[in-house]
């Protein structure tokens, strides 16, 4: 069985990868090297820190934090921010049309910040990094989601 965690993290990979799919459907969860040489795009979903907040009504209640990275190549003449400028908007859109209920969270809050990252390569590659905390439940003897 899949715990809680990684249930959510699938989710929203999921959700990120529906029709139409974001990045050309290169959607991932934790991958270290996100973008081939070949591939312009890609968006990884990592799982961040998960804290327990509470016990209630005989369940745990969890804050969990996921980062969402949307990764664009520029053409070697390219300015980066710009190459990226579309699917961080896209992926944005989609994480704030998210419903909760429906990924088996109670709440989903998209934090206001996107954090850059460059680096200087022949063909320059950023990231553009998406903070998404997850409120959700599970069971209090297991790592199950809470139904």
Same mark, same amino acid.
């Given at each position: ?6 249930? $959510? ?49 005989? #369940? ?7 980062? !969402?990275?949307?990764?664009?190549? #520029?053409?070697? #003449? ?12 896209? !992926? ?7 419903? #909760? ?41 297991? $790592?199950?989601?809470?139904?």
């Amino acid at each position: 069985m899949t715990s809680a965690f990684v249930g $959510l993290q699938n989710s929203l990979v999921a959700a990120l990868a529906s029709a139409p799919a974001l990045a050309g459907g290169r959607i991932y969860a934790n991958r270290l090297r996100p973008v081939s040489a070949a591939s312009t795009t890609a968006v990884v979903v990592r799982m961040d820190k998960t804290e327990g907040l509470q016990m209630v009504i005989g #369940a745990v209640d969890w804050t969990s934090a996921y980062s !969402v990275e949307c990764y664009a190549r #520029a053409s070697n #003449a390219g300015e980066p921010a710009t190459a990226i400028d579309q699917l961080l908007s896209d !992926v944005w859109a989609r994480l704030c049309a998210l419903d #909760a209920t429906a990924l088996g969270a109670i709440d989903i809050t998209v934090a206001p910040r996107i954090d850059w990252q460059y680096d200087d390569s022949e063909n320059p590659l950023v990231c553009a990094v998406i903070q998404l905390s997850v409120q959700h439940r599970t069971l209090p003897n297991s $790592l199950q989601t809470w139904s």
